[in-house]
Nanobody, 124 residues
């Protein structure tokens, strides 16, 4: 059974930092791109960041320079380091995996795997 399990969410003040982790199991994700989406209340799910099998990284404009995505291939784990957090970053953050990086970046509906999400709340 394939599972993506996020951890590391929480409450932080504006300007602070949080680190999210996503542990993947039940499948070999070495050839997959992995990434993060987020969804704020009343809004659509938005692409945040992705890292492909070659360790190339991609970011939404809103998080460039503040967030860093990385992955540990041996551990089947992807990370999202979030610095200088803003209240607008408040959302549920979801880990995703797909064979095609473009599918993640474009936020296409047929992404292969999703995690259950972890809440990030940034207070002003």
């Amino acid at each position: 059974q394939v599972q993506l399990v996020e951890s590391g969410g929480g409450l932080v003040q504006a300007g602070g930092s949080l680190s999210l982790s996503c542990a993947a199991s039940g499948h070999n994700f070495q050839d997959y791109a992995m990434g993060w989406f987020r969804q704020a209340p009343g809004r659509e799910r938005d692409f945040v960041a992705a890292v492909n099998r070659l360790n190339n990284t991609y970011y939404a404009e809103s998080v460039k320079g503040r967030f860093t995505i990385s992955r540990d291939f041996a551990k089947n784990t992807v990370y999202l380091q979030m610095n200088n957090l803003k209240p607008d970053d408040t959302a549920t953050y979801y880990c995703v995996a797909d064979r095609a990086t473009a599918t993640i970046i474009r936020g296409l509906a047929d992404i292969d795997y999703w995690g259950q999400g972890t809440q990030v709340t940034v207070s002003s």
